[in-house]
């Protein structure tokens, strides 16, 4: 029985793992896709709704933001029941910190799901879009804007998922205590960044770099 299940376990973990790269490369990709065009940030003077409309990015770019942040949900959503899986065969002691991490997870693909979908909502009402008929001008401005912020400050839950998964990798066997401890270093960093002078939005930079190392973390130490 046991060299049968040691194959399996194995490749569970390597299949989280390569979904916590997945979710690092097309999460940190997806930000790259705003809605709001490179014109709107050119200074600090307040735009009219006209000229941010005007100035979105075309509809193509804004989808495949959208497209690229889908896929990031999907293997996030691997790779936290990677974790959350992991957490409960080493930590059964802990109930608390896994029940916090499953939680946690749930959040966040809770939240980043609702930024796809403004992201969606956004490229609708791009220049040139087919449904933009159905926007008003007012509406295009306030979706673009809405989209570029919700799609970065929805990743805020995975401040949790970061926290809870340094803890158990360093009071556990998680993940290496390497993993554990950068975890708690962004996971920090980003809740400071929130705290001090408001940017939530951190939180989108920070868990790709998360999911990375954790994800290759994951692949070295099943070897």
């Known amino acids: 029985m046991t060299t ?4 399996s376990t194995t490749a569970r973990t390597a299949a ?3 979904a916590g790269i997945v979710a690092a490369v097309t999460a940190g990709g997806a930000s790259a896709f705003l809605a709001q065009g490179p014109g709107t940030f050119t200074d600090r003077e307040v735009k009219s709704g006209a000229f941010i409309a ?3 990015n075309p509809e193509l770019l804004i989808r495949l933001g959208a497209g690229l942040g889908l896929v ?3 293997a996030t959503t691997l790779f936290t029941l990677g974790l959350c899986r992991r957490a ?3 930590a059964s002691a802990r109930s608390g910190w896994v029940e916090a991490l499953r939680w946690s997870s749930i959040a966040l693909l809770a939240t980043t799901t609702v930024g796809v979908l403004m992201r969606y909502v956004a490229a609708g009402g791009a220049p040139g879009a087919m449904d933009q008929s159905m926007y008003t001008t007012e509406a295009s401005a306030t979706a673009a804007v809405l989209a570029d912020q919700m799609s970065t400050g929805t990743y805020l839950p995975a401040l949790g998922v970061m926290a809870v998964s340094g803890v158990l990798s360093l009071r556990g066997a998680l993940l290496p205590k390497a993993v554990g401890i950068v975890a708690l270093v962004l996971a920090g960093a980003s809740f400071v960044a929130t705290l001090a002078i408001g ?3 951190s939180s989108a930079l920070v868990f790709p770099l998360f ?3 954790a994800g290759i973390g994951a692949l070295v130490r099943r070897r």
């Open 211 to 213: 999911a990375l190392v």
């Open 16 to 18: 989280w793992g390569w």
């Open 88 to 90: 409960g065969e080493i």
């Open 4 to 7: 049968l299940a040691a194959p």
């Open 199 to 201: 940017l939530p939005y």
């Open 54 to 56: 005007s100035a979105m």
């Open 72 to 74: 990031a949900v999907i």
